[in-house]
C-alpha cells in the first residue's frame, strides 16, 4: 500500500511539472527568450517592488543583461526599507530570503 502511494504521488508532481513547463514551453513557441518564474508563492508588495526596480533597471542600462538587472534589484530590496506602513515606518524587513529568492529567469537570462 504504501508503494502505491508513493507512485500516485510522484504522478501527481509530475503532472503538475510537465504542465508547468508545457505553459513555459507555449512561452517559447510564441516567441519569448526569456521567462521570469517564482518557485513559491511571493509577498504582493515585495514583488511589486522587485519587477519594478528590475525593468528600471534594465531601461536604464540597455547593456544591462536580464540575470544582472534581476541579481541587482534582488540586493536592493534586501537592503532597502523593507515593508513600510501607513506612517512610513518599516514593519518588517525584505533581506528575508523568502522575499527575493523565489525569482528565477528561465531561458535567455544573460542578453537583452
Not at 518588517?92 to 523568502?98: D, I, K, Q, T
Amino acid at each position: 500500500m504504501g508503494r502505491s502511494l508513493r507512485l500516485q504521488h510522484r504522478r501527481g508532481a509530475g503532472a503538475g511539472a510537465e504542465a508547468a513547463s508545457g505553459l513555459g514551453r507555449a512561452f517559447f513557441y510564441a516567441g519569448t527568450r526569456a521567462l521570469l518564474v517564482t518557485n513559491w508563492s511571493v509577498h504582493s508588495q515585495s514583488a511589486r517592488e522587485l519587477m519594478a526596480d528590475l525593468f528600471k533597471r534594465q531601461a536604464d542600462d540597455t547593456t544591462l543583461a536580464r540575470g544582472e538587472a534581476q541579481r541587482q534589484a534582488m540586493m536592493a530590496l534586501a537592503d532597502g526599507p523593507g515593508y513600510l506602513n501607513a506612517e512610513g515606518k518599516t514593519e518588517f524587513s525584505y533581506a528575508h530570503p523568502l522575499f527575493w529568492a523565489p525569482y528565477t529567469i528561465i531561458g535567455d537570462g544573460g542578453a537583452r
